[in-house]
Structure formats: C-alpha cells, structure tokens
C-alpha cells in the first residue's frame, strides 16, 4: 500500500470535491489574508461537514498547488489504497468463477479513468488494472470523477500488461479485447464466466502486444455514422451486457 498526499487546487474544484467527495477530504488550507467570499463559503461548507480548515499563507499553498493556480485554496485528500499484480489471484478466486475484469490499456485522461472506474464499480467488478506507464495514475482527480468508486474498487496497476493478461489467463480467465474492426459483435458472446474485458487508450486504441495476448476481439456494434465512442461509455456499455447476461 503506497501513502502519499494528494492534492485538489482552485475554488471551483475544492468547493466540488467538499460537495461531493467530503469523506476522502482529510483538511482544507485556505489563504488567511484573503478576503474573497467564496472562500468563507467554502470555510463554512467544510467545518459543517467536520473537515478541519487551516488559514496558511499563500506562499504555503504555492507549494502545494505547483503550477496549478490555486486561488487561496487547497485540499488534501487521503491516500488511495493501491492493489498489486500479486493481490490479482485472490481476487479472482475469490469471485468463483464469476470474476469481472476491467483491464485499460493506457487511458490517460484522468476524468475517463475515473468515469471507467465508476462504470466498473457499478457493474460489480472484481477489479480494474491499468498499467503503471501510459496511464492516468489515481489521483484525487480520478477520485472526485469516481465518485467514490476509486476507494471502493480493487485498482491493480501493474509494470507489464502482456504479462498481466497471460498470468489472467492462467487463473481462467477469458480475455476479450474491444476493437471496433473486429469480427465479433459484443453481444454474441458468452460473458457470464471469468471474463476479462481489455479497452484501448484515447488515441489509438489497443497496442500490438495488448491485441496478440488477448482470446478474441471483439466490436460494439454502432450502426450510426459515428466510429468509435468515448473510453469511459465503451466500458459501460461492454461491463453492463455482462450484468445483464448474468442476471439472465
């Protein structure tokens, strides 16, 4: 388990993450000089809500918010649990035989991650892996866009994806990768084992390795004239066929 401060900067995204995210908030530090209204606001909504306020100067919150413009205001969020390649068998047996993966190949925008892991927390899915390169790394970003789902999910990164997916494969479970020109429609297949579904990243999909090492390919079926959806609603749409196909 790795520890490590996480930090949410700006009015906007501090008063959103206290609205929304208030128990992964561990304190808020706000500009004491300051005289802007919306940060008092913001210093009533957290101290209602039980989280500790500290006034610190705004040379104290340059060094948390970086490059990032803080406006006065910063919070810390708590540390995310992290998951190892090695805590995968244990999670798998335990699903019996009904294990539900989520593998990412490289989503780097933190927003889809977070909105794949909120999908993913949804359908009921045993974990998420994502690679430790190429990827959006579970930030409070990906926590807030969540919705908590980031705490509550087994989120395995791992150093080596191809390796992951045979070792997967080994336990028994079935690999399926998502590729818009691949013969097989999603909803012709037989989802309700261990199953593994692998999503390719923003710009170009699944990599070479990530495709070879995969079972089968397989399409959502799009008879519109759009050619590819967004990471995060492809996920939805191929986790939710499995729950269904499950609940039948």
Known sequence: MSKQNQWVVGVNA???????????????????????????DIEDNARRKGIEVRKVTAQA?????????HQGVAARYAAVRTWAESDLKGLIEAAAGTALVLILDGVQDPHNLGACLRSAAAAGA????????????????????SAGAADRLPVVTVTNLSRCLRDLQKLGVWIYGL??????????????????????????????????????????????????????????????????QRQS
């Open 179 to 244: 590729a818009g020109e691949a013969g097989k429609s999603l909803y012709s297949l037989d989802l309700r084992g261990n199953i593994g579904f692998v999503l390719g990243g923003e710009a170009s999909g699944l990599r070479r390795l990530t495709r070879e090492c995969c079972d089968e390919l397989a399409r959502i079926p799009m008879p519109g004239d759009i050619e590819s959806l967004n990471v995060s609603v492809a996920a939805g749409v191929t986790l939710f066929e499995a729950v269904r």
């Open 126 to 145: 045993t974990a998420v892996v994502i690679p430790k390169d190429k990827s959006a790394p579970v930030n409070a970003t990906v926590r807030k866009t």
């Open 14 to 40: 501090v008063a959103s993450s206290i609205e929304n995210d208030a128990d992964n908030i561990r304190e808020i530090l706000i500009d004491g000089s300051s005289r802007n209204a919306r940060l008092a």
């Open 61 to 69: 919150l340059d060094g948390v918010g970086g490059s990032v413009r």
